[in-house]
């Protein structure tokens, strides 16, 4: 594809091919709550023909909780245990789509983790984005304060740095989650 920007880590991989193929083969989806991750990823596994699959849905799994009720009964340090965990659990899996929870990155552990397992892809919005997508939802425990914009800049201001280790950055604001897909995959698909 002339003229089009090569995601950092396929240009600096100039070593072992099959290594390169096996974390190409999957992709994962990192950003802040409400940024898209669940919907495009589901989206973009059905293009792709891969299983799509959600860290928080295997943590409530795994635990038989909400994440609700974990973050109010156990705590947000054993929820991101349990996160590390599960990402712990995926290695060596292939053609998976993989959703993740926003504050995964938090932990140092998790990112290298996600670098094992597939090509990284920050889903990015502003945080006025960010309030229209999640205003009316409930089941977010970070966000059921009396000023959830203020929360979700503060919020962002200490992942972002976290967010941009990701091999390829999708700015998303005004976009249509076809249209979010389409550019993954011209963007990272098109480089397997
Ligand atoms: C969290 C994001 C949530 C969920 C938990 C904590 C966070 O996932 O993991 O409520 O710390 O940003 P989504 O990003 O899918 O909402």
């Known amino acids: 594809m002339p003229g089009q920007e090569i995601p950092k880590r396929i240009r600096d991989d100039k070593g072992d091919s099959r290594r390169r193929n096996s ?7 990192i950003g802040f709550m409400g940024s898209g991750k669940t919907e ?30 974990i973050f109010s009964k156990d705590g947000e340090l054993f929820f991101r245990d349990i996160e590390t965990l599960i990402l712990t659990g995926l290695s060596g899996i292939n053609e998976h789509v993989i959703s993740t929870g926003g504050g995964i990155v938090t932990k140092k552990e998790n990112i290298l983790l996600l670098k094992k397992t597939g090509f990284i892809i920050w889903l990015k919005a502003s945080p006025e984005t960010i309030l ?8 977010r425990p970070l966000l059921k304060v009396d000023n959830p914009l203020e929360k979700i800049k503060k919020l962002m201001s200490q992942r972002e740095q976290s967010y941009s280790e990701a091999d390829l950055t999708i700015d998303t604001d005004g976009l249509e989650v076809e249209d979010i897909v389409n550019n993954i995959i011209r963007q990272a698909a098109g480089w397997k």
């Open 40 to 69: 495009v990823g589901k989206r973009l596994a059905k293009r792709l023909g891969y299983t799509f699959m959600d860290t928080d849905l295997l943590i409530e799994e795994k635990t038989g909780k909400s994440i609700s009720d």
């Open 132 to 139: 229209k997508r999640v205003g009316s939802e409930t089941h």
């Open 23 to 29: 974390w190409m083969n999957n992709f994962i989806l």
